[in-house]
């Protein structure tokens, strides 16, 4: 079975505090994504990564930074959290011959107060 | 760019009925289609693509490319479909999906 686990479920971080939600999966998957799943705004891509130390933003980046330094890992910061980074936060990962099918792990939801 | 529209945020039928989540879609290439489904406290999961022409736990979707949509529908509707289900579309030659804002389907006994 594939497993894509994030390092916390629940998260409550104070306004500008910096945030690492960490993201490992253990099927040599090359793609790794981060999205955020927000009620009546489904999944937003943050950031992608193709291979280790490759990145490419998604659709809403600000505020954001990533970082892939091993191949199952897939890290994401929040530099100096806001409270309008309040939000449910996934992790995904697909392999290259198969890339439509992703993978999830089980979210962080994630309280900037 | 592309787009994905799930119309209804909410579907809330009885147990038997037939249930259609819509999901319409805008992109100039050839799209690839998919619908992912979450469970309560379950991850997002493929449920199923529009290439494989499978059906899955009784649902079925096929692709309109006049219509631009590919619809999940399934004829008699059961409990555990209660979930959060999303229309996701990938572009030819890319590894990301643009996925819709969710369809929140309530089968009701």
């Known amino acids: 079975d594939v497993k894509v686990t994030q390092s916390s479920r629940y998260l409550v971080k104070r306004t500008g505090e910096k945030v690492f939600l960490e993201c490992v999966q253990d099927?040599?998957?090359?793609?790794m994504f981060w999205y955020r799943q927000d009620p009546g705004l489904g999944l937003r891509l943050i950031y992608f990564s193709y291979d280790v130390k490759m990145k490419e933003k998604g659709d809403i980046p600000e505020g954001y930074s990533v970082s892939r330094e091993k191949k199952e890992r897939f890290s994401l910061i929040l530099e100096s959290a806001s409270t309008n980074q309040t939000s449910m936060y996934l992790c995904?990962?697909?392999?290259?011959?198969?890339?439509?099918?992703?993978?999830f792990g089980p979210g962080t939801r994630l309280t900037v107060t | 760019a592309q787009r994905v529209t799930q119309p209804e945020k909410l579907l809330s039928v009885f147990k038997g009925a037939p249930v259609e989540l819509k999901c319409n879609y805008s992109?100039?290439?050839?799209?690839?289609l998919f619908w992912y489904v979450q469970y309560s406290r379950q991850r997002l999961q493929l449920l199923l693509r529009h290439i494989s022409r499978e059906s899955i736990k009784g649902f079925t979707a096929d692709l309109n490319k006049g219509e631009t949509s590919f619809h999940l529908k399934k004829p008699f509707a059961q409990e555990e479909d209660s979930a959060m289900y999303y229309c996701a579309l990938r572009r030819s030659g890319y590894s990301t999906l643009t996925f819709g804002k969710g369809t929140m389907l309530l089968v009701s006994p």
């Open positions: 992109y100039s290439g050839s799209p690839e």
């Open positions: 995904a990962s697909s392999g290259y011959r198969s890339s439509y099918e992703q993978y």
């Open positions: 099927m040599d998957h090359e793609n």
